[in-house]
C-alpha cells in the first residue's frame, strides 16, 4: 500500500510564500516523476509543475518564476516552493509520482490534497 501525505498548505497574503512537502511511504520499488497539481473550485485539476528522476523540471506558464519544484529521493518527498502568490493559486494542491508499488505495473499515485488559500 502507498501513500503519500501533503503538508504545508494554509492562509496567506498576496505576495507570500508557502512551501508544501509530500512524503511517498509504503511498498515502494521505484519512483519516476513526482509533480504538483491544482484544482480551483469549479475548475478542472491542473499542472503546476514536474520533475524527473534526473531533476528536470516543467512549469506551468502560470507558474513560471515563482515556483519551484524539488525532490529527495532518498525520503521519496517532493516539494514546492511558491513565493509572490496571487489569489489565483488558490486550489487545492495535489502531489503525484509515477512509479512502481509492491508487485503492480506503473502508474500514478496521488496524494489526498493540502488547501492553498491566497487572501487579504
Do not use: H
Not at 505495473?105 to 488559500?117: A, F, L, S
Request: aromatic share 10%; proline share 4%; glycine share 14%.
Amino acid at each position: 500500500q502507498v501513500q503519500l501525505v501533503e503538508s504545508g498548505g494554509g492562509l496567506v497574503q498576496p505576495g507570500g510564500s508557502l512551501r508544501l512537502s509530500c512524503a511517498a511511504s509504503g511498498s515502494i520499488f521505484s519512483i519516476n516523476a513526482m509533480g504538483w497539481f491544482r484544482q480551483a473550485p469549479g475548475e478542472q485539476r491542473e499542472l503546476v509543475a514536474t520533475i524527473s528522476s534526473g531533476g528536470s523540471t516543467n512549469y506551468a506558464d502560470s507558474v513560471k518564476g515563482r515556483f519551484t519544484i524539488s525532490r529527495d529521493n532518498a525520503r521519496n518527498t517532493v516539494y514546492l516552493q511558491m513565493n509572490s502568490l496571487r489569489p489565483e493559486d488558490t486550489a487545492v494542491y495535489y502531489c503525484n509520482f509515477y512509479g512502481t508499488a509492491g508487485w503492480g505495473p506503473p502508474k500514478v499515485y496521488w496524494g489526498q490534497g493540502t488547501q492553498v488559500t491566497v487572501s487579504s
